[in-house]
């Protein structure tokens, strides 16, 4: 699950939601166990409780309840408007030593706008990664179709251990993370698979010698316990949250550890929980989904071959991009763009079909002689390279620490090789950025049942597109199977990772609708796919810019 690392280290825009407008719920009306409701919901099982962790976690609850947050304006170095709050929130690096050392998330918010009587708490989203930053959602509140929900709910972000300024994690300098240009054989040879494996070890030990004995902590479990301390610390008797990407991981395990604290939940683009999956048998399928999605971009390039003459069926522009892939080879593009930089910014087409055109457009007018287009798409910005560094420090521990991997390289090699045969766009690519999880010197975790019991949950919302490559669509399914009483609205024939946002207005009414009332629209209903891209003429100045749309990471 990578697509945090490339959100961050190749410069996809921040996005931000833009949801359809419908009724919001009554005056006055709240689901059960909302701040201003009666009551109280129960602790957590008991097996759970008895923990250290999880005990741990209880009392950690308990201090921020009391404490609450101090919001104060924001520093300038969030880049948030005026009108946001920041606040930092203590939790224990262990849960097991909850009054051992403490650690401070960056925490952001926008006020409900609505009457006190309408207010339902806050609504808090983590965009996944892991190592993505949610301290920008707030912002969504200053859009007009989010009037609505930004009427009803606090909006609240933050940044989650490890990530930007909470706590931060590092594995090497930002300069050796960013290093350009860099050079990958499509089929890597034995010298070269050598050259990966001591730099996995190598990037590992970084890893250990950075964050030491911490270096464990940090890890889905607690990115969960660290959720609920900052329920706690709202005020909110219940969460009311949305995840997308890796973040629906993260409140499915919430869901199965505090489902008694659950309010609401939209889970947006689903990782498949089940156990058997996490993480290396998931990133393998994700390899596959690329190959497909991939093709998707090719074939609608080829529809639109009069604009960008790249050819007119997905096998003829696959040959235009292995043109473009020869010459960088040879002669990096502006002297920083290589063969790993132009596959990294070819990887976007797979995620957001945003992308499709700017893609296209870089790679006609580099085959025309003008690489300027493409540079500026793929090359490094040294302005981000901390942020990049930082970003995929904390995907690779959280993955690492989740749960155990494959340690000797020949099972790598025979699966990947296998795999690269089917699905040759992404696969070796995805293993060399998990390959440091063979080297892990940290202890594993044991993998997590994501699981409730009937009716141990509210109604929550899943949504989902059909070929989604990042969290393949069969994700979707399997949480709605785990999860009691989920519905899940499917966006047919798309793939854009991130369903709710801006892209689908049929999507969005529904998930805004949920949010409002508390209403699903029963077990499962579709939408339409959102429209394609147009293309864009190399004649026309304005670069197609991706759209406004909620950024999920995995």
């Given amino acids: 699950m990578r697509d945090v690392r490339e959100l961050v280290r190749y410069g996809v825009t921040a996005t931000v939601l833009s949801l359809s407008l419908v009724a919001p719920a009554p005056a006055g009306a709240f689901a059960a166990g909302h701040p201003a409701a009666p009551g109280g919901p129960a602790a957590p099982g008991a097996a759970f409780a008895k923990t250290p962790e999880m005990a741990g976690a209880a009392k950690a609850a308990r201090r921020a309840a009391t404490a609450g947050l101090a919001w104060r304006r924001c520093p300038a170095v969030e880049d948030l408007p005026p009108t946001a709050q920041c606040a930092l929130l203590r939790v224990p690096l262990d849960y097991a030593r909850p009054d051992g050392t403490q650690i401070h998330l960056t925490v952001s918010r926008m006020k409900a706008t609505g009457k006190r009587a309408a207010r339902q708490g806050s609504l808090v989203y983590n965009p996944g990664g892991p190592g993505a930053s949610g301290m920008f959602f707030p912002v969504v509140g200053m859009l007009p179709d989010w009037q609505r929900v930004a009427a009803a709910y606090d909006l609240v972000g933050y940044a989650p251990r490890g990530v930007a300024r909470s706590a931060p994690l590092s594995c090497e300098s ?26 996995a070890r190598a990037y590992a030990q970084g890893c250990a010698r950075t964050a030491g004995a911490a270096l464990r902590q940090y890890n889905t479990l607690n990115n969960v316990r660290d959720l609920d301390v900052l329920r706690a610390a709202l005020g909110d008797r219940k969460l009311t949250f949305m995840g997308a990407s890796y973040g629906t991981y993260l409140g499915a395990l919430y869901a199965t550890l505090y489902p008694s604290y659950v309010r609401r939940m939209v889970f947006d683009s689903v990782v498949n929980p089940d156990p058997s999956g996490i993480w290396y048998r998931n990133n393998l399928e994700q390899s596959l989904a690329f190959e497909s999605r991939w093709r998707d971009f090719r074939a609608w390039a080829a529809r639109n071959d009069r604009t960008y003459r790249l050819g007119r069926t997905p096998e003829a522009v696959q040959a235009s991009y292995e043109k473009v892939r020869a010459a960088v080879a040879r002669r990096p593009a502006g002297g920083v763009v290589g063969t790993g930089e132009l596959q990294a910014a070819f ?12 893609r296209a457009g870089a790679l006609s007018a580099f085959l025309r002689g003008d690489p300027s287009q493409l540079v500026e798409q793929a090359g490094p910005d040294p302005s981000t390279a901390a942020e990049e560094e930082n970003a995929n420090a904390v995907y690779t521990a959280v993955l690492c620490n989740d749960a155990p991997w494959p340690v000797k390289w020949q099972t790598w090699d025979r699966d990947n090789t296998a795999l690269a045969r089917r699905a040759p766009f992404e696969t070796w690519d995805n293993a060399w950025t998990n390959l440091p999880c063979a080297f892990w010197p940290a202890a594993r975790q044991m993998r997590m049942d994501v699981r409730t019991r009937p009716k141990a949950l509210p109604p929550t919302l899943i949504v989902a597109a059909e070929r989604d490559a990042a969290t393949p669509y069969a994700g979707a399914l399997e949480l709605q199977r785990r999860l009691g009483g989920a519905a899940l609205v499917t966006e047919r024939a798309a793939g854009t990772h991130g369903v709710a946002g801006g892209r689908n207005a049929c999507v969005d009414r529904h998930v805004e609708r949920y949010l409002l009332t508390g209403a699903t629209p029963g077990w499962r209903a579709t939408c339409a796919p959102h429209p394609e891209p147009a293309p864009v003429s190399l004649d026309q100045r304005a670069a197609a810019a991706p759209r406004a749309a909620l950024p999920p990471a995995v």
């Fill in 174 to 199: 930002p300069k050796a993370f960013t290093h350009a240009p860099t050079q990958v054989p499509a089929v890597p040879s034995a010298a070269y698979k050598k050259q990966r494996i001591a730099a």
């Fill in 347 to 358: 990887l976007k087409t797979a995620y957001y079909d945003e992308y499709w055109a700017m």
